[in-house]
């Protein structure tokens, strides 16, 4: 079966560090994979997402992810977070090709310390 | 509306009874998603509407779950005789269609059940 393995339940960084959330997938073919952001009492919102083509993608606030394929990978990265980052985090990929049904990690939750 | 919304934000109910959970789609959205997100855990897909098509349940836990689709607007989710452990946070998405378009999620309603 197809599925999304987010490895670190919390992580705390100092405001100002780097970040990198990590991301593993499981899947048969060369997947379309996606992460997320939960605000506290918000809905989730699209970081960004890897379709083909350049292995770097580049997302909203600042987030970056690298599509590793043979590391299986899709770790979420940020040069210097900000206290406003603090939230949960989500990798998530279709349940299959071409597939609307999204198959989500447990999420990783991130803590911000001044 | 500006995006998907969901009411009641916050439900508290006792064992046993029923609820309704409701979901105001983007407008002009076609494609329909009930998610359910318990306590540490990531996104468990329910159900799917995509137009008039015949929805995809798949992903309903028992038959005490059930989901309706009025057109291409309101979805409700009923929850019968409820469980201690349906308590979680109940998110809907919608998009414009099926087939890779991405789905945008509404803040959920958290469900409690004593």
């Known amino acids: 079966a197809q599925s999304v393995t987010q490895p670190d339940i919390h992580i705390t960084v100092s405001e100002g560090a780097s970040l990198e959330l990590r991301c593993n997938y499981s899947y048969g073919a060369t997947p379309y994979l996606f992460w997320y952001v939960q605000s506290p009492g918000q809905g989730l919102q699209l970081l960004l997402k890897?379709?083909?083509?350049?292995?770097l993608v580049q997302g909203i606030k600042g987030f970056e992810a690298e599509f590793k394929r043979s590391q299986s990978s899709f770790n979420l990265r940020k040069p210097s977070v900000h206290w406003s980052d603090a939230a949960e985090y989500f990798c998530?990929?279709?349940?299959?090709?071409?597939?609307?049904?999204?198959?989500f990690g447990t999420g990783t939750r991130l803590t911000i310390i001044p | 509306g500006a995006g998907v919304s969901q009411s009641p934000s916050n439900k508290v109910t006792e064992k046993g009874k029923d609820v309704e959970l409701r979901c105001d789609p983007i407008s002009g959205h076609t494609a329909l998603y009930w998610y359910r997100q318990r306590l540490g855990q990531g996104l468990e897909f329910l159900i799917y509407f995509q137009g008039n098509s015949a929805p995809d349940k798949s992903g309903l836990p028992s038959d005490r779950f059930s989901a309706e689709r009025t057109g291409e607007s309101v979805s409700t989710l009923t929850i019968q005789r409820t469980q201690q452990e349906d308590s979680a946070v109940y998110l809907c998405?919608?998009?414009?269609?099926?087939?890779?378009?991405?789905?945008?999620f509404g803040p959920g309603t958290r469900l409690t059940v004593l």
């Open positions: 890897y379709f083909s083509g350049d292995t």
């Open positions: 998405a919608s998009s414009l269609s099926s087939g890779g378009t991405l789905p945008f």
């Open positions: 998530a990929a279709p349940d299959n090709f071409g597939n609307e049904k999204l198959t």
